[in-house]
């Protein structure tokens, strides 16, 4: 799911900018978005067949919230992608480079 979520906003970089703009708005245009409900709901049951049959194998703890995973693999991905031009700057990385993305 981590991999496929970076893969994601890597190919498509638009997502990232329209959550944001989305998120500037105040989400008036999602709240209208039936679809997006749809959508968040089978990801958030797909990532709890996950989580259970990690569970079942002791991988997982017992409490985790499938919800709360979502969130954090989302944060932590769309984080290094929106703040890319400043990232450069503030530490010593080169976003595109495999070393980057193998560390995350």
Excluded: C
Excluded at 47 to 59: A, Q, V
């Amino acid at each position: 799911m981590i991999d496929f979520t970076w893969d994601y906003y890597i190919a498509n970089p638009w997502f990232l900018k329209i959550v944001h703009s989305e998120n500037q708005s105040k989400g008036v245009h999602y709240a209208k978005s039936q679809r997006l409900l749809e959508i968040n709901h089978a990801h958030l049951q797909l990532m709890e067949s996950l989580l259970d049959e990690g569970r079942k194998h002791n991988i997982f703890k017992p409490d985790i919230d499938p919800l709360q995973v979502n969130i954090n693999i989302a944060a932590l991905g769309g984080y290094y992608l929106i703040n890319q031009h400043t990232l450069g700057l503030v530490y010593p990385v080169r976003r595109k480079t495999p070393s980057f993305r193998a560390g995350i």
